[in-house]
């Protein structure tokens, strides 16, 4: 909180900061381009002039940066990215290398003819070449997309046929658990059907990358694009895009959301400082991939010049100790990762404290879906009892946090510490009124610097204003049920849309996970509403340890524990063993795809998800569903 305690803001209390940050936008928010040191011309006095819309908001009108300088501010022989594969091999690039690896890049992508407006794309692992190409088209001006090689033929031509990229970036393949998966056979199938691809350049992952190439175009091995030069940073307004992240789809085709790069930069310059407290002599990790926003979050911790560790492969190599392992080795101080993989450690009966010394550890970040009160001790004794304990959450949607930490904040478990500061984020029942210890709507009633340009391919911006302006004209609404507690902290119950709503009584998903995930005999659960005489009812569907039976005694004690800790009404009225549930790429469980297959509705999108095999457990219940 160096940016309260230095300019006097916040009082005796965080919460007085954060009231005064939302109450004065006008002057908060050019104070934290001022206290970071912002690269870039002097803002405007006044930030922001307000649109009909969010989305029509301009941020810091007249200022020029580029967001790739404030990234590669350091050029110095200190370790950038740390970079592991599953084998345990390690790559390190210095902030020098990494600073001259992108002036290469993006001198061959200015040869190629990219520049302000065009798009890239990249098919990648969560390998250091990703990010120098991501910074590379940033110093130029053009607009990037990621996805990570996981993504199948069709969700890739998804999502890059949106944008119509220039430039594709890709690999020969990469390896999982194991196993090495070459993917040029479906780099060939992409370029066949996205036209606008010119040049291909290929990172040879594998080591094999001349056969089986496109003929069809100019083919580049990533060593050879470009040639040495000086880096130049193209000066472009505050609101100038900078890349478009997809939606998940799970609710039908991608939304290609575009973002402003100012609003990135600052955004997750005040995220990672305020609320994280991360320092140059940090080193920093999360689990992700490049398909998720968390990566492009990681990617901006650059601008604070730590050193940043980058895992690809599969956590759960050496039953996840692996990803321990490095952090040991590398000292890591910042954590992230996610509730399903701290489920599957404990469910295993790991606990990494016991094999590593994890006691530069000082901060676990979790995302994805809510962390949950028993993860809380889980991580106390199984990863490090001092370590403060964040969970976070926002979204693609605006490449940043809602709800989030605080290093001056006491940890309540099952609660997110604080809202986001600078943001005007309440909670809605539903009659639009803001309430306090009640469950309802997240919110946010004033504009943000990461409130999204639009969508791609949405020029009136009808699709934007009905996927956040519908519910509450003219004011963000986000989909998550949660409650604003009277001390501060956020509490998540779920997405809107998987809301329970047995006999009129709106119960969040996370309410039944929370006293179900704790149950040896479950490993996995997912709990949607059936349509039933007029009503709905809820149904639980569990995924069994090894060697465990569903019988009457077990439903009876799943259904005892969720009366006794829940309520009544929280009790699923079936419970069904199911051998693998649905997620998304990120680890997020699809209710709404598993409630309309249940319900005998189609699903729009199943590329979208991990595992869409896992739908087909969900198909021909009708007899078990209809007792």
């Known amino acids: 909180m160096e940016l309260a305690r230095e300019r006097g803001f916040c009082g005796d209390s965080v919460s007085s900061l954060y009231s005064w940050s939302t109450t004065y936008p006008q002057i908060f928010w050019p104070l934290v381009w001022e206290f970071y040191g912002v690269i870039g011309s002097s803002p405007a006095d006044f930030p922001f002039i307000l649109g009909k819309t969010f989305a029509d908001t301009c941020w810091f009108p007249g200022a020029r940066l580029n967001i790739a300088e404030n990234l590669l501010r350091f050029d110095d022989e200190k370790e950038a990215l740390v970079s592991y594969r599953e084998d345990g091999s390690r790559r390190v690039l210095t902030y020098a290398e990494l600073r001259s690896e992108t002036a290469r890049v993006a001198e061959g992508l200015r040869q190629a003819g990219i520049g302000e407006g065009d798009r890239v794309a990249a098919l990648m692992p969560n390998i250091p070449e990703t990010i120098i190409f991501y910074l590379a088209a940033a110093s130029i001006g053009a607009i990037c997309s990621t996805a990570s090689t996981d993504f199948g033929v069709a969700g890739v031509i998804e999502r890059f046929g949106q944008i119509a990229p220039r430039v594709l970036l890709t690999v020969d393949g990469y390896s999982f658990k194991g196993k090495a998966i070459p993917i040029l056979d479906r780099v060939a199938a992409i370029v066949s059907a996205v036209p606008s691809i010119e040049h291909l350049i290929l990172v040879p992952f594998l080591g094999d990358y001349k056969t089986n190439l496109p003929t069809n175009l100019h083919v580049t091995p990533f060593d050879s694009f470009g040639s040495i030069a000086n880096i130049s940073f193209a000066q472009l307004p505050f609101d100038a ?73 599969s956590p759960l190599i050496n039953d996840g100790l692996s990803l321990f392992e490095i952090a040991e080795r590398e000292k890591v101080t910042i954590f992230g990762t996610n509730p399903k993989f701290l489920r599957l450690l404990e469910s295993n009966h790991k606990k990494p404290i016991e094999i590593f010394d994890l006691s530069t550890i000082r901060t676990v970040l979790s995302t994805g879906s809510p962390l949950l009160p028993d993860q809380y001790d889980f991580i106390g004794s199984a990863i490090s009892p001092k370590a403060q304990i964040c969970s976070i959450s926002g979204g693609t949607d605006i ?219 969900f198909v021909g219940l009708q007899e078990l569903l209809e007792e």
């Open 399 to 617: 490449v940043g946090c809602f709800a989030l930490g605080c290093p001056d904040l006491p940890v309540i478990k099952g609660e997110l510490q604080m809202r986001s500061i600078g943001l005007a984020v309440e909670v809605w029942n539903d009659s639009g009124e803001p309430v306090v210890g009640e469950r309802g709507e997240l919110v946010c009633t004033a504009p943000f610097p990461t409130v999204p340009l639009g969508f791609w391919n949405d020029p009136d911006g009808t699709r934007f204003t009905a996927a956040y302006f519908t519910r509450f004209p003219g004011v963000w609404h986000h989909g998550d049920y949660v409650e604003l507690t009277p001390e501060g902290g956020m509490i998540f119950y779920g997405r809107s849309d998987a809301v329970l709503n047995p006999g009129g009584v709106r119960i969040g998903t996370a309410e039944i996970y929370r006293e179900v995930e704790h149950i040896p005999f479950v490993a996995d659960c997912i709990a949607v509403g059936q349509r039933w005489n007029s009503d709905e009812r809820i149904i639980l569907f569990v995924v069994l340890t090894p060697g465990e039976k569903l019988t009457d005694s077990r439903r009876e004690e799943i259904r005892s524990a969720i009366r006794k800790n829940a309520s009544p009404f929280h009790v699923p009225r079936k419970i069904i063993a199911v051998p693998e549930i649905p997620r998304t790429r990120s680890g997020k469980l699809v209710e709404l795809a598993v409630k309309q297959t249940i319900n005998g509705e189609a699903v729009k999108n199943r590329e979208s998800l991990s595992n869409p095999e896992a739908l087909d457990n």
């Open 241 to 313: 895009p900078l890349c478009v992240l997809f939606s998940s789809g799970t609710t039908g085709k991608p939304k290609g959301i575009i973002h402003r790069a100012g609003g990135v930069l600052l955004e997750h310059l005040k995220e990672h400082i305020l609320h994280g407290d991360l320092r140059r002599d940090d080193t920093i990790f999360y689990q992700t991939t490049c398909g998720w926003m968390m990566w492009n979050w990681l990617v901006s911790a650059l601008a604070i010049g730590p050193r940043i560790v980058l895992y690809e492969g």
